[in-house]
């Protein structure tokens, strides 16, 4: 019997921040392209993140993922113009700077296995009592007695930037479904013909999926997926004046100005299933953790609290490319970085789904789950906190 054509050049699975974003750049590149969510865009991790643009301050070694990091990071500045010019959308991207700050002879040595990056001509400045007093003043902690400086690191607005990337994604012809959750891929003799709904199957020639949290809905697939959502609980602070004008990072907590007077303290790491509760334990935590750092946070005023679902993996690396399936694509399990890897990921996904010239992403292959657990590669970034 012959098929009928496809619905789709290519279907997305999940229109968060990654979804979306692979949603514009295929369809920039002429893909007739369909994208699949559960809620709604943006609903879930992407808009829950803080938006911290740091792949220095989280890598204490180089390695592929560093390298997709910083390659990302740079490409930053350049997508998001190209972004607010299409939808005259400000996505709040600023190079506000990152501190990495140390309290105690243990967190100070730990500063140490980062000065690699200087070996490669990046910048990173170490800092001590005396430069941070001039920095801060009293405002700071005095425990904090070290700290290097990322004077490249950056912070985007997270909600915003989902908001802009699908809205230009929708301006390029992308058809977003909202409240159509995926049940299964059509899997026909080792090739994705499509997937499963509610509502019927959906074909398309490709199907990349980008369901963060959800990622592994598919239980029957020939291969594990393992992917599983992380809970990450956040605090919105009103601080004015008193707001630092950097991010300020410890492996306990952080702080990143959203402008305005506003700060965000974040975010704790919890094992919680698909529970996005606000506990008032964690809440008073990162208050506590915050003030310990930064001691104004204790006439701020409170404003909000939330919790988000990152996608977490095995060695806290991202799943991209394809697999032994033809036509079927992963591009999730980001954990803490989908907003800083939104660029690349859309970039090198694209590439390897348009026939674009060679993407290396062994690496970061569903398939590295296949083997034993000894063959499984580690991961080099920091996994204390959320960015």
């Known amino acids: ?162 908001e802009a990337l699908a809205t230009s994604a929708r301006s390029r012809d992308v058809e977003i479904r909202p409240r159509t959750p995926v049940t299964g891929f059509l899997v026909e003799e080792g090739v994705c013909r499509g997937v499963s709904t509610a509502s019927g199957p959906i074909e398309a020639e490709n199907v990349v999926d980008a369901a963060g949290a959800w990622a592994a809905f598919d239980g029957a697939l020939p291969l594990p997926v393992p992917v599983e959502p992380v809970r990450g609980q956040m605090v919105e602070l009103e601080m004015g004046e008193a707001a630092p004008d950097t991010v300020l990072l410890t492996d306990a907590v952080y702080l990143v100005p959203r402008g305005g007077g506003r700060v965000l303290v974040g975010a704790t790491l919890e094992h919680a299933g698909f529970r996005k509760e606000v506990t008032a334990g964690a809440v008073e935590r990162l208050l506590a953790d915050a003030a310990d750092l930064f001691p104004p946070v204790r006439n701020a005023t409170f404003v909000r609290a939330w919790a988000g679902l990152r996608p977490g993996t095995p060695d806290a690396l991202p799943l991209l490319g394809g697999c032994g399936i033809a036509g079927l694509f992963f591009a999730t399990g980001h954990f803490r970085s989908g907003i800083l890897l939104a660029p690349v990921t859309a970039l090198r996904i694209a590439d390897v789904l348009t026939g674009r010239a060679p993407t290396d992403l062994g690496a970061f292959s569903v398939e590295r789950f296949s083997g034993a657990a000894g063959d499984r590669p580690g991961s080099a970034f920091s996994a204390g906190v959320f960015s």
């Open 1 to 162: 019997m012959k098929r009928r054509p496809p619905d789709a050049d290519v279907l997305i699975v999940g229109a968060g921040v990654i979804g979306c974003a692979l949603a514009r750049e295929l369809a920039g590149r002429g893909r007739r392209v369909l994208v699949l969510e559960r809620s709604e865009p943006g609903a879930e991790a992407s808009s829950a993140a803080a938006g911290i643009l740091s792949p220095q301050s989280d890598c204490r070694s180089s390695g592929p993922f560093f390298d997709l990091a910083l390659e990302s990071r740079t490409a930053y500045a350049d997508w998001v113009s190209r972004l607010e010019r299409d939808t005259g959308l400000s996505v709040g991207f600023r190079r506000t700077g990152l501190l990495r700050c140390a309290r105690g002879e243990a967190e100070s040595a730990d500063l140490d296995a980062f000065l690699w990056q200087r070996d490669r001509g990046l910048p990173l400045e170490v800092w001590d009592s005396r430069m941070l007093a001039r920095r801060f003043g009293n405002r700071i902690s005095p425990g904090v007695e070290r700290a290097l400086y990322f004077p490249d690191e950056a912070v985007v607005d997270s909600r915003r930037l989902v």
